[in-house]
């Protein structure tokens, strides 16, 4: 008999109930300062990330090898026979590959480890859809087979207040930074099929870039149905008026709302509104 175990790392942004629900085993990447480190979505919450910037941009870390290496013998004892694990973008970090070295210390038990080539809920979508497979006892093969399917009808996009985070922390990728920030141009980004950033389109204004990503939202969904998620991180105001338009679109046959991990935060800065959409 087959026991398959769903883990996935703390930028996923699931919120406790659908960890719960799907009985997923969350590997926590880390907020280092100076002085101090802090467990992402554990002991630190995204606005104290925010409101610290001004005194120190703290960096991040991976999940530490100990604690891949613990999880998986724990799910060994507990009797797991297959474990899918669903990343955060290799793209963006080096938590797919941190998994991957740690299974090889474990042949006994057969690994999926999947790289979602996004991040928070584009990542945290896959995660759902595979825990409803695993509850509806799909088995591992068939699911192992799904996961690249899931992963094509889900698209992010995000904009930010300001890039500099994300230079700074050197995750810009294929985004085009200053020069638009003089003049205001705000870029909609998203992931391409390398799993990085990119420039999906630019728009004047912090404002008109947020109704953008409600036009992208009715032009994916044109025709079909789908799942949304509406994110911030630092700004939930104004996502939460997004959030409002969004859940009355027609073809929106679930709308989700979230705050961003705070290890994304790190990167981002406050101030971001994102989007994720899922095409049934």
Request: aromatic share 8%.
């Given at each position: 008999?087959?026991?398959?175990?769903?883990?996935?790392?703390?930028?996923?942004?699931?919120?406790?109930?659908?960890?719960?629900?799907?009985?997923?085993?969350?590997?926590?990447?880390?907020?280092?300062?100076?002085?101090?480190?802090?467990?992402?979505?554990?002991?630190?919450?995204?606005?104290?990330?925010?409101?610290?910037?001004?005194?120190?941009?703290?960096?991040?870390?991976?999940?530490?090898?100990?604690?891949?290496?613990?999880?998986?013998?724990?799910?060994?004892?507990?009797?797991?026979?297959?474990?899918?694990?669903?990343?955060?973008?290799?793209?963006?970090?080096?938590?797919?590959?941190?998994?991957?070295?740690?299974?090889?210390?474990?042949?006994?038990?057969?690994?999926?480890?999947?790289?979602?080539?996004?991040?928070?809920?584009?990542?945290?979508?896959?995660?759902?859809?595979c825990g409803e497979m695993i509850k509806e006892d799909k088995g591992f093969d068939y699911i192992?087979?799904?996961?690249?399917?899931?992963?094509?009808?889900?698209?992010?996009?995000?904009?930010?207040?300001?890039?500099?985070?994300?230079?700074?922390?050197?995750?810009?990728?294929?985004?085009?930074?200053?020069?638009?920030?003089?003049?205001?141009?705000?870029?909609?980004?998203?992931?391409?099929?390398?799993?990085?950033?990119?420039?999906?389109?630019?728009?004047?204004?912090r404002k008109k870039s947020i109704n953008k990503l409600y036009e992208i939202i009715?032009?994916?969904?044109?025709?079909?149905?789908?799942?949304?998620?509406?994110?911030?991180?630092?700004?939930?105001?104004?996502?939460?008026?997004?959030?409002?338009?969004?859940?009355?679109?027609?073809?929106?046959?679930?709308?989700?709302?979230?705050?961003?991990?705070?290890?994304?935060?790190?990167?981002?800065?406050?101030?971001?509104?994102?989007?994720?959409?899922?095409?049934?």
């Amino acid at each position: 008999m087959e026991k398959i175990a769903l883990v996935a790392d703390s930028t996923c942004d699931l919120n406790k109930e659908e960890i719960e629900k799907y009985d997923v085993q969350i590997l926590p990447l880390k907020i280092v300062y100076k002085d101090r480190e802090y467990t992402d979505r554990v002991d630190i919450k995204p606005q104290e990330v925010y409101d610290n910037m001004k005194k120190e941009v703290p960096t991040t870390s991976l999940p530490s090898m100990e604690e891949i290496d613990s999880l998986f013998s724990r799910l060994k004892k507990e009797g797991y026979t297959h474990i899918i694990a669903i990343t955060i973008s290799s793209g963006l970090s080096g938590t797919n590959n941190s998994i991957r070295i740690v299974s090889e210390r474990h042949p006994e038990l057969n690994f999926e480890i999947f790289d979602s080539k996004a991040l928070s809920l584009g990542a945290g979508a896959i995660v759902m859809e595979c825990g409803e497979m695993i509850k509806e006892d799909k088995g591992f093969d068939y699911i192992v087979k799904q996961l690249p399917i899931i992963r094509e009808k889900i698209k992010v996009f995000y904009v930010l207040d300001t890039l500099k985070y994300l230079m700074k922390g050197g995750r810009i990728g294929k985004v085009s930074g200053s020069i638009g920030e003089l003049l205001n141009l705000k870029p909609i980004i998203s992931i391409n099929s390398e799993g990085i950033y990119y420039t999906y389109t630019k728009v004047r204004g912090r404002k008109k870039s947020i109704n953008k990503l409600y036009e992208i939202i009715k032009e994916t969904l044109e025709g079909k149905t789908g799942k949304t998620w509406v994110l911030h991180g630092g700004a939930k105001e104004e996502a939460q008026e997004l959030y409002e338009k969004v859940k009355n679109i027609p073809n929106t046959i679930r709308a989700g709302f979230s705050d961003i991990s705070p290890v994304a935060g790190v990167h981002t800065g406050p101030g971001l509104i994102g989007i994720t959409i899922m095409k049934k």
